[in-house]
């Protein structure tokens, strides 16, 4: 995105915004600097863009009869809907409001952020519009608009097109075709000159001379070449959008295994580490087990503590179940890390944590979980250590950073210790302002969360119409929809 400028004004510019000086002076400075780098388009252009992808027509994915086909289950249908819709949006919305602390170590990010957050009774969307008003002023947040997501949902979408071109499913060639388009250019109906972002790992194997013709080898030899060290979080930040077709397909059923297919494909064409394609299946697996509870456990209108918690024992248990088709992919050598990793946030869970409390009434039995909850779920996430330089991008850590992120939504909704629309935002947040690869971490817990809440329960409509691309998003994602035999017009 952007482009040059040589003018001796930005020049100071740039060297005011790296200096020791004043907070106005270095503010002042990155406005210009971002100003002069990249401009939102004008209501013309992005009708253009929108209009542009309606146009598009795919072939009829020939994969299994989804369950909305045929019985005229409006209700189902809806619940669907609002889950794909969260789980796209909640990854772009987390990861525009993960930009404003990525890199930065917590330290940084409070003394930058404490005012804001101090003037604020609890965190919620007004927090994130908040963040996004007052970026921190260093060069790296120069390449974006306000509000404008990252190369994390630009991944996304990549895939997402990919997706609706392949039946469904994702071929290497094809997609890493349209990576290298993205990386020489960006999307330019979004008026874009090039990718900004990107990640190393990815930019050396889209780099490769071999990377056009087999992806997948460029990656592995890439990857050899490393030392087989490369597990970077460039597979996984882009992942979610892998679970959602053909997430209906129970295990044991044709097309059940279409997931991980998909998934590993997708993940091959950047990333050779085992660890990488261990979080991408794990991620996956647990977007299409939220997404196949919609169908399976409609709501039943029982709002009372039992029912909460075998809802939460659901998501529990697809989470477990995730972790452990991951597992399988894993050599062995990188079983027990990759278990540590993910028990140390299962234990946070609600379900787990419920034979600590002593059994009581209802209300004394939530309150009492309410308080065991809080503390391993503060433990659970420090012990992450999301900051530290060395390993803010390690695969591992961004997929046990999103689980988190959803067993924590989950248990505030069963335990109701925050309004429901504040949920999807305030376990963000707490995300967030730990600091290191925040909009990576946050586009996939975003995902997760989206997906369980849905778009009707994330309570961020104001943060995604500040975001300037969002109608084209909307766009793209009514296409999925489409060809999944779903239609829905934006809430």
Request: with cysteine.
């Amino acid at each position: 995105m952007g482009t040059k400028h040589t003018a001796p004004a930005f020049s100071d510019d740039l060297q005011t915004i790296a200096s020791n000086a004043g907070a106005s002076a270095k503010t002042a400075a990155f406005g210009r600097v971002r100003a002069a780098l990249v401009k939102d388009l004008d209501t013309g252009r992005k009708l253009a863009a929108v209009a542009a992808v309606n146009q598009k027509r795919f072939p009829i994915w020939d994969g299994p009869a989804p369950p909305w086909c045929g019985d005229g289950d409006e209700a189902l249908r809806l619940r669907v809907v609002d889950g794909v819709r969260g789980c796209l949006f909640g990854g772009a919305v987390a990861d525009a409001v993960g930009l404003m602390t990525e890199f930065m170590a917590k330290a940084q990010v409070e003394a930058h952020y404490g005012p804001i957050l101090a003037a604020q009774d609890s965190l919620n969307a007004r927090t994130c519009l908040d963040l996004l008003d007052a970026p921190f002023p260093d060069t790296h947040r120069t390449m974006w608009l306000k509000g404008d997501w990252t190369d994390d949902t630009d991944q996304s979408v990549l895939l997402l097109q990919a997706l609706c071109e392949g039946g469904g499913c994702v071929d290497a060639v094809n997609f890493a075709a349209k990576l290298k388009e993205w990386v020489a250019s960006g999307f330019r109906e979004l008026g874009d000159e090039s990718a900004a972002g990107l990640g190393q790992s990815t930019k050396h194997v889209v780099g490769s001379d071999t990377f056009l013709r087999d992806p997948v080898r460029a990656a592995e030899d890439i990857w050899t070449a490393s030392g087989k060290r490369l597990a970077a979080n460039g597979a996984v930040m882009r992942t979610c959008v892998t679970g959602i077709p053909y997430f209906y397909a129970s295990p044991g059923e044709e097309g059940a295994e279409r997931v991980v297919e998909t998934t590993l494909a997708a993940c091959r064409v950047t990333h050779a580490d085992p660890r990488c394609q261990a979080s991408c299946v794990t991620v996956a697996v647990a977007v299409a087990g939220l997404l196949r509870m919609r169908v399976e456990h409609p709501p039943t209108g029982d709002a009372s503590f039992a029912t909460a918690m075998d809802q939460a024992a659901q998501v529990h248990a697809l989470v477990q179940a995730a972790v452990d088709r991951g597992a399988a992919v894993l050599a062995c050598d990188h079983v027990a890390e990759f278990r540590e990793l993910t028990s140390a946030v299962l234990d946070m869970s609600c379900v787990r944590l419920l034979d600590g409390a002593r059994r009581a009434t209802d209300e004394e039995t939530r309150a009492q979980l309410a308080a065991l909850c809080k503390d391993a779920s503060a433990t659970a996430l420090s012990a992450l250590d999301l900051d530290e330089p060395r390993s803010i991008g390690y695969t591992f850590k961004c997929t046990a950073c999103a689980l988190w992120a959803l067993l924590d939504a989950v248990n505030s909704t069963v335990l109701g210790t925050c309004p429901p629309a504040d949920r999807f935002a305030q376990t963000l947040l707490r995300v967030v302002l730990e600091g290191g690869d925040a909009d990576t971490n946050g586009a996939v817990a975003g995902g997760l969360m989206g997906c369980y809440l849905g778009w009707s329960g994330m309570g961020c409509g104001d943060v995604v119409r500040a975001m300037p691309h969002a109608t084209w998003l909307e766009a793209w994602v009514q296409k999925l929809l489409v060809m999944m035999s779903l239609t829905a017009r934006p809430a």
